[in-house]
């Protein structure tokens, strides 16, 4: 699986490259059966691996992904291997876009965003975000439903990446860090209209945002993240990074059985 030499320009310079139809009917349905089944037994499963929409922490009853926000933590699963390990399309793009075959699947994440009542995800930067500093981190996000301006569909602040770490905050009702939004120059987001197999690459450091999910379409979408092994850093490695985490009292990775314990996209002659 090749990209065009154009892809991988508009990757460097903006931050972020769309692939459509990269992913096939039989992939898709695969990965959405998986998901569903964890969400109908997410009482039996670990409690960390979900996160709930807020209008589900009551306690009323909602049906498998209508009460999921988010999974976390698929990559201890064997499906990880499965649908994103080597030879998989996601980890050959990566491969092509970074220029490294040391792969190894940092994370493995969705988002069901639930027709109706998904909630906005704030403008942000992963980096930031991230106990490590992991310059090669490339995350492919995978639609697995149509993702539309009305139902939340993705949104990246072009070029945002070569801008360094920008200052994030915390306030209440909101995820996690985030980067207010009139930081934004609205000259430069590009809203991303995607059908199911379509994927999106970005970089750690380029700013994206989604809307809340008023429609009566559901986004389900997936995302794996991608590090060379040869080029993951300990926090440390950046002193920028390490004077940010300071400011928002966010704890700093240094082990390196964290990476170590992150499955390599192929697990042959490691």
Not at 249 to 269: H, K, L, M, Q, T
Request: glycine share 8%.
């Amino acid at each position: 699986m090749m990209l065009s030499a154009e892809q991988i320009a508009q990757y460097e310079r903006d931050g972020f490259v769309v692939v459509r139809a990269l992913f096939d009917e039989l992939w898709r349905t695969g990965v959405s059966d998986w998901l569903t089944d964890l969400a109908q037994r997410r009482e039996q499963l670990p409690k960390e691996q979900f996160v709930l929409e807020a209008a589900t922490r009551d306690g009323s009853p909602h049906s498998s992904l209508t009460a999921v926000r988010k999974f976390e933590s698929l990559n201890k699963h064997p499906e990880a291997l499965r649908y994103f390990g080597a030879g998989s399309p996601g980890a050959l793009a990566t491969e092509k876009l970074i220029g490294r075959d040391d792969l190894r699947i940092i994370y493995l994440s969705a988002f069901a965003k639930p027709a109706g009542h998904g909630s906005k995800t704030p403008w942000h930067q992963d980096q930031a975000l991230w106990p490590n500093w992991m310059p090669t981190a490339t995350s492919c996000w995978v639609a697995l439903d149509p993702c539309t301006h009305e139902n939340g569909c993705l949104q990246f602040l072009r070029g945002s990446h070569r801008e360094g770490l920008a200052e994030h905050v915390m306030t209440e009702g909101t995820p996690h860090q985030h980067i207010p939004a009139d930081h934004a120059d609205p000259d430069r987001i590009v809203s991303v209209l995607m059908q199911p197999g379509d994927a999106i690459f970005f970089g750690g450091r380029v700013w994206h945002f989604s809307e809340a999910n008023g429609s009566p379409q559901r986004r389900l979408g997936i995302v794996a993240v991608y590090a060379s092994n040869r080029e993951l850093h300990d926090a440390a490695d950046n002193a920028a990074f390490v004077r940010q985490k300071q400011r928002l009292n966010r704890p700093i990775g240094s082990d390196r059985s964290w990476y170590e314990s992150r499955p390599w996209a192929s697990e042959i002659g490691r």
